[in-house]
């Protein structure tokens, strides 16, 4: 309990300004695979052109690529905000066409 109230609940130990977690690095890099097929199988088809899967697409790659002030939570959440917003355009823009 002294830990916690001396760190707070959401204190990670470690290196804050890379990602050292090989497993982390494998799912965001599958997830760009993934989110790169899905949009060339949707842009291959003319019913269902859309640019909303290459917002995953960024949503994975800046975890990977920018590391803003030096904090990875940061570029973490932010490619998470975007991920979870390009799935929901890609969802809504490949069922109604």
């Not at 470690?14 to 199988?41: E, M, P, Q």
Request: net charge positive; aromatic share 12%; charged share 5%.
């Amino acid at each position: 309990m002294d830990e916690i109230l001396k760190h707070g609940v959401f204190w990670i130990n470690g290196n804050l300004t890379a990602i050292n977690s090989t497993l982390l690095i494998l799912l965001l890099a599958v997830g760009t695979i993934l989110s790169l097929l899905i949009f060339y199988l949707a842009w291959h088809n003319l019913a269902t052109r859309t640019w909303a899967p290459i917002l995953c697409l960024a949503g994975f790659l800046i975890p990977l690529i920018v590391h803003g002030d030096g904090n990875i939570l940061k570029s973490l959440i932010i490619g998470y905000i975007f991920i979870i917003t390009g799935a929901s355009f890609s969802v809504q823009a490949l069922r109604f066409s």
